[in-house]
């Protein structure tokens, strides 16, 4: 398509306005955060002053690794390469990026390998609907506090691989009421952080064990909030984790490609569960 411009902006409602449209999760709180988080990138595609697409990304670790996320195209504008000059510009943005890293569907992973990304691993999207967590126990683990904020960071960064305390603070402060806390001998070991999305109530985990993280899915899944499905997103490495949603009345839907473009970057760490990623999904 001629006559198309890429521009940079930091307005995140045509963002959270084509998640909407596209069926994803995220809300304009969210998508304020992703614009307003340290290194941000956020290109739109203009053609005249209609605004046709998008792309984002946030920089982690001072330029060791990019996530993009928030690509996305008109469906009447698509197959005329904007996606792919979208991908682009947010990449020459900061050419001093190790690896830049995306969750693609499978067709769309067919356009990012294309470009050169490469496939590092799969994960998927587990949903469970209100009524399979209801009743479950509200017990085995306690709340957490805005006093546990730098430990949790601290918890996050390990497991995550970069420091993101934003993140963290940003999904306390808005959903306090979900985020719950492991310790032993007076040591965080594990916590949940919840997000309600527009579809569904996000969960993510970081444990030490598989036990721990079951127990921390049952206290944070069982709150209910507004009757939204629970949703949990698992890599294929974490199969224990995966096995014991499926049991539990959790059902696969959407199968992510998790792909890297540049230097190789480690898989996440296995007690990583129930990822937020580099973004929200």
Known sequence: MDGFEIRA???PQPMA??????GWNQTIAECQLLVDAP???TLYAFKGTAIIGSAAAQVYGGGRMGFVNMVFVLPESRGHGIAT???KAVMAARPDVATWRLYATEAGSKVYAKIGYRQAFTMAKYFAAPEVVRAWPREGAEAMTAADIPAVAACDAAAFGFSRPWVVDFLYRRQPALAFKLCRDGRLTGFSLGRVGANARHVAINAASQADACALLRRSAAEEHAGRPVQVMAYETQRDFTAYLLSSGFKATVTMYVMDFGAPCPQPSTNYVGAFGGEFA
């Open 9 to 11: 902006s930091r307005d």
């Open 17 to 22: 306005d084509f998640a909407r449209q596209a």
């Open 39 to 41: 290194a941000a990138i």
């Open 85 to 87: 000059a979208l991908l």
